[in-house]
C-alpha cells in the first residue's frame, strides 16, 4: 500500500550536494558557494547579548550574538549581511571573530552593525544572513583606525545590491 518516489539528489556543478560538501564550503569561507547549495543564504540566529559597547562610542552600535559552540562559522572576517528584527529585512555588516583590536581574550562572536536601525536589541532573537565576504578580520594600531575602517566597509555594503 506504499508509493515510492525516487527523487534525483540536487547538483552544483556537476557534484551531488551534500552536508559535509556545505559545512566544508562555510569552513573555507565560500559563502556565496553555500548560499547556492542551500538554496537560500547561510545564517546564524541568536539572542543579542551585552557587549562591551565600543561600537555605540564611535557611532557604530552592533548587534552582538554568541553563537553555540556547535555553530559552524565561516571563517574570521567581515561579511556583507542582512539582519532580520522582528520580520523585516536590514542591510547589515557582520564581523566574525574575537575583536583583536579591543582585547586579544575575547570569545568568536558574530557583531553586526544594523543600517538605519535605531532601538534596542538586547534580549531580542536575530537572524544574520551572510551574502558576501568582504574582508578578513584584524587588528587596528587604534580606535580610530577601526572606525575609518568599519567607515570604509559601510561604504562599501551601501554599494552592494544585496
Known amino acids: 500500500g506504499y508509493e515510492l518516489y525516487v527523487i534525483e539528489k540536487e547538483k552544483y556543478h556537476d557534484k551531488d550536494i551534500s552536508s559535509t560538501g556545505i559545512s566544508s564550503s562555510i569552513i573555507e569561507g565560500r559563502i556565496e558557494e553555500t548560499n547556492e547549495m542551500l538554496d537560500h543564504p547561510y545564517s546564524v540566529i541568536g539572542k543579542v547579548e551585552e557587549g562591551k559597547k565600543i561600537g ?70 536575530i537572524e544574520v544572513s551572510f551574502y558576501e565576504f568582504m574582508r578578513g578580520e584584524r587588528k587596528f594600531d587604534d580606535i580610530e583606525q577601526l572606525k575609518k575602517q568599519i567607515t570604509m566597509d559601510i561604504n562599501d555594503r551601501i554599494k552592494m545590491k544585496i
Open 56 to 125: 555605540r562610542t564611535i557611532n557604530f552600535p552592533t548587534a552582538n550574538i554568541l553563537p553555540a559552540a556547535t555553530k559552524l562559522l565561516p571563517p574570521n572576517g567581515v561579511y556583507a549581511t542582512r539582519t532580520n528584527i522582528n520580520g523585516k529585512s536590514y542591510r547589515s555588516i557582520t564581523n566574525v571573530g574575537i575583536n583583536p583590536t579591543i582585547s586579544e581574550n575575547n570569545p568568536t562572536k558574530v557583531e553586526t552593525y544594523v543600517a538605519n536601525f535605531h532601538g534596542n536589541l538586547y534580549g531580542e532573537v
